[in-house]
């Protein structure tokens, strides 16, 4: 592993690293913020999972999250959205391929090998943190937008135990059923929408729901919102009396100006998780 | 005027505009940040001016002001770094020409007749936004970071009784004795030292000084802190006594992780001016 770049920031170092991936064969570059109280030990960690285009550093930059993380005490990840540069394969399209990977496994070519953004998320980046930095990873939060939405919801309820709570901005809430998600699965999993189901929210909501508190908030003027379909997910957790709440937004879009509006909210909801 | 683009953020609107602007002779674009309050009326402004190689945008998405100036009821500027597009006199250098207006009217040429950031960022547009927005231009602050720490100061200096307060981010403090400022101040205002002493914060300082408080902070471990020569600005304050805070905050560099950090303390000093 090494340092790309460390800067102090709100009295911790936000710090952004490269290493080579086995989950993705290629050299992966993450960020991760760490508050002041990590130099004395062990921090819980909150996800953040970014969207569609997106790289380790726009949420980085722009969600403000530090500052209400350094208050709270909370290490931040910013994970890449896909494998990226030599020999990784790539669409001329936004929404597929680099920037895009949807945070599954791909099993279709010309993704697989290097698509495999589930096991990279859920299991070789978390090992590496928990090897190198002073992370608790027994007290893990996860959020994520857009895209990155979705797959906090999917890795939250797909690694029951894992996290304790689960927040998103403007998530992607019913991909198999959205020209954001039926393109994408049928690309990386194939035809068969069988192999869908543990990464559509809300088809994993119908069927088994997650185990903690939801808080999500999606803008009323989200130019992306049909693509998003909360209102799917929003039956699905009435149905399920899944503990959960869900906000509509008055007037706000689907940008980061939106995140960084209900960031400290959602750091807030998962400190008050973290340290239950 | 045009607008870009409007985005709902912290219960007002972040706005980006464009507009035909005749001291630089091309088009302009400009942020504007609106706190809720703006609907029942005119709100103070505080201006932002960018550093080396920024645009309208940087500060806009990385500096975090958005929040502390909802929260205060104080609308943000955000105005570009130089003159852009065809026709305007560029610089193989990142720190000359477009993108390094320097805050400035430029004299010698190929910078005139395009590079007059001075009159853009002092009358015209002011004009143009007393003229189309809910501002109070009698109540007004400027802050900046790096180069535009140094026009803030110049401004404020430059232009009695327009400022209540002043502050500033790393501001480049001493240009006419620093490798940033000589080679700008040489290539827009010519050779003669004579007209420089109105655009350099340690002289304007030593001469007349200003009629308002004064926030600077600079990281320790900033790398470019020999280029900024906050040592001499601090001596002139003190052989003054101008009243000013001026803080060396440990460990910092020159990003906008410095920035952000120290964001929420710098807009509320200036509401306390703009309020008091």
Known sequence: ???????????????????????????????????????????????????????????????????????????????????????????EAYDLGVGAGFYVNATEKPWAPHYNMWDYVAE???????????????????????????GALTLAMGLAGRFRAVSAFAPIAHPSASDWGRKQLTAYLGADEGTWRRHDATLMMREHGFDGPILIDTGTDDQFIDLLRPEDFAQAVAERRQPATLRLQKGYDHSYFFVSSFMEEHVAYHAEALYA
């Open 124 to 150: 070789e980046l978390p090992r590496l943190l928990g090897n190198n930095f002073a992370l608790d990873m027994e007290r893990q939060a996860i959020t994520g937008h857009s895209m990155g939405g979705h």
């Open 1 to 91: 592993m090494e340092t790309v770049s460390e800067n102090k920031c709100f009295g911790g170092v936000q710090g952004v690293y490269t290493h080579g991936s086995e989950a993705c064969g290629c050299p992966m570059t993450f960020g991760l913020f760490l508050p002041e109280e990590a130099r004395d030990g062990p921090v819980p960690v909150l996800w953040y999972l970014s969207g569609l285009t997106c790289t380790h550093e726009n949420a980085m930059v722009k969600a403000g999250a530090q500052q209400w993380a350094a208050e709270q005490g909370i290490a931040l990840v910013f994970p890449d959205t896909s494998p990226r540069g030599e020999g990784v394969a790539d669409d």
